[in-house]
């Protein structure tokens, strides 16, 4: 016997405390995509094992465990194992096999017909629409499960991971998202424009089988004077949705996927850049600034990149989470364990901003945030400010600038979310009336996306 062999255990699963030998009742049980993400996962176990030069002669039903809550299944037994020198296509086919009888199972429910009725069954497409052996991605897999010989003969157990993958991606359905905004000059007496501004892309992307849902959200809240503060924010809602449309069309959605915070904080950096191209061919235009959050969901993956005090909030399951970090002068302080010496310096500390997109100089990349401290939480596979987090159903984010979250204490913002929780529109307006109630001092800007 080889070491490999020998260390067999070395190369199985240790299951979780919550599964359980494997039943079929359980396993049908599950929805189809779950399922079929276990079994991709399963099949990564068997590579290894054929990649240490060792075949298991068969997997069988007992030698699986499984964790229905998570979707998981364990390869916990070897009782057949051998060492192999080359991989022939019927070691390959010896222990895949059961990958596609449990495919067949889950989506059709009903009890594997045995390989050479369904060898027979694949081979008459009537036979297949009056089965319902329909489902596009279903039938490939159960194909080169049949049999080890033929062009559908399995080369290695990396070609049913593809033909796994591919009916992942014909199950995939894609995120949708429902946005509704509101911005306002507001009513106090002394603002006499509204350099507030908010916009959104949404797009579709199918590349193959692949869909996925790309969306851009953002909210800008100008600084400096009354036509330069409202120059720098419109300026930055539009370079910033036009830079992300060149970087869906560059890159593709799969990319923007993969590293959705990046991407944000790319934006932001080349929405910096801009501004401050602006003031390089105009002087007289080199003296606004504003503020920056932008969103970005591509596929089921969230990034940010921010800078200024304007806020990005995630309510899920009731909970109210900050995405992003107010860049004020009393954060400062405050990490600085500083007081302020009366409420009108705590005041003035609160509402002083410590960076800003500006049209007089660029901002330095390293300046440029993406999630804040109360967001690493939902840190879910790798590192955030790289891959970002995982949108869910049900994801309500809020963007605002200041005049409203000023205005608007965080129990009323739950009230006004419960309210108004599957209408993005109602909240985005509800949160501005709000801040119109409490005559506030600024201009109010609410962006709602919710996810479904």
């Known amino acids: 016997m080889s070491q490999a062999v020998d260390d067999i255990?070395?190369?199985?699963?240790?299951?979780?405390?919550?599964?359980?030998?494997?039943?079929?009742?359980?396993?049908?049980?599950?929805?189809?995509?779950?399922?079929?993400?276990?079994?991709?996962?399963?099949?990564?176990?068997?590579?290894?094992?054929?990649?240490?030069?060792?075949?298991?002669?068969?997997?069988?039903?007992d030698d699986l465990y499984l964790d229905a809550e998570a979707a998981r299944l364990y390869l916990t037994a070897a009782p057949r194992v051998?060492?192999?020198?080359?991989?022939?296509?019927?070691?390959?086919?010896?222990?895949?096999?059961?990958?596609?009888?449990?495919?067949?199972e889950n989506f059709m429910d009903e009890d594997y017909p045995g390989g050479h009725q369904m060898a027979a069954l694949l081979q008459e497409r009537s036979a297949m629409a009056e089965t319902g052996?329909?489902?596009?991605?279903?039938?490939?897999?159960?194909?080169?499960?049949?049999?080890?010989?033929?062009?559908?003969?399995?080369?290695?157990?990396?070609?049913?991971?593809?033909?796994?993958?591919?009916?992942?991606?014909?199950?995939?359905?894609?995120?949708?998202?429902?946005?509704?905004?509101?911005?306002?000059?507001?009513?106090?007496?002394?603002?006499?424009?509204?350099?507030?501004?908010?916009?959104h892309l949404v797009?579709?992307?199918?590349?193959?089988?692949?869909?996925?849902?790309?969306?851009?959200?953002?909210?800008?809240?100008g600084i400096g004077g009354i036509q330069d503060g409202e120059r720098a924010s419109k300026l930055a809602v539009e370079e910033s949705c036009i830079a992300f449309g060149r970087a869906l069309s560059h890159y593709g959605a799969t990319a923007l996927s993969q590293k959705p915070s990046a991407f944000a904080r790319a934006i932001a950096k080349v929405t910096s850049q801009r501004l401050a191209l602006e003031g390089e061919f105009d002087a007289a235009k080199n003296r606004g600034g504003t503020t920056f959050t932008g969103l970005v969901i591509a596929g089921d993956r969230v990034g940010l990149g921010h800078v200024g005090d304007s806020r990005a909030l995630l309510v899920r399951d009731g909970e109210l989470i900050q995405?992003?970090?107010?860049?004020?002068?009393?954060?400062?302080?405050?990490?600085?364990?500083?007081?302020?010496?009366?409420?009108?310096?705590?005041e003035m500390s609160q509402r002083t901003i410590s960076r800003f997109l500006s049209t007089g100089i660029e901002l330095e990349a390293a300046r440029i945030d993406g999630f804040?401290?109360?967001?690493?939480?939902?840190?879910?596979?790798?590192?955030?400010?790289?891959?970002?987090?995982?949108?869910?159903?049900?994801?309500?984010?809020?963007?605002?600038?200041?005049?409203?979250?000023?205005?608007?204490?965080?129990?009323?913002?739950?009230?006004?979310?419960?309210?108004?929780?599957?209408?993005?529109?109602?909240?985005?307006?509800?949160?501005?009336?709000?801040?119109?109630?409490h005559v506030g001092r600024d201009n109010a800007t609410a962006l709602v996306v919710l996810v479904e």
């Open 9 to 61: 255990r070395a190369y199985l699963d240790t299951p979780s405390d919550a599964a359980r030998p494997f039943d079929d009742a359980s396993w049908r049980r599950l929805d189809t995509d779950r399922a079929v993400a276990g079994l991709i996962r399963l099949v990564a176990t068997i590579d290894r094992i054929h990649q240490a030069g060792v075949v298991l002669h068969g997997i069988r039903r």
């Open 133 to 199: 052996l329909l489902q596009p991605g279903l039938t490939q897999v159960v194909a080169v499960c049949v049999s080890p010989y033929g062009e559908l003969a399995l080369l290695d157990m990396q070609d049913l991971a593809v033909a796994l993958e591919q009916l992942r991606l014909e199950l995939d359905r894609p995120l949708v998202f429902r946005v509704g905004s509101n911005s306002t000059v507001g009513n106090y007496i002394f603002r006499r424009n509204n350099q507030d501004s908010c916009g």
């Open 82 to 104: 051998r060492p192999a020198g080359r991989l022939e296509p019927e070691a390959v086919w010896r222990d895949a096999r059961l990958i596609g009888e449990l495919a067949y």
């Open 203 to 221: 797009m579709q992307s199918i590349t193959g089988s692949a869909k996925r849902s790309v969306g851009f959200f953002c909210v800008a809240d």
């Open 372 to 437: 804040g401290p109360d967001a690493h939480s939902l840190a879910d596979d790798g590192d955030l400010d790289t891959v970002g987090f995982r949108a869910q159903p049900g994801d309500l984010f809020v963007l605002t600038s200041d005049g409203v979250h000023d205005e608007v204490p965080r129990e009323r913002l739950q009230q006004l979310v419960a309210l108004h929780r599957n209408n993005p529109q109602a909240l985005s307006d509800a949160l501005v009336e709000h801040a119109l109630a």
């Open 323 to 346: 995405l992003s970090y107010d860049h004020t002068l009393a954060n400062i302080m405050k990490h600085l364990g500083e007081e302020a010496d009366s409420d009108a310096q705590a």
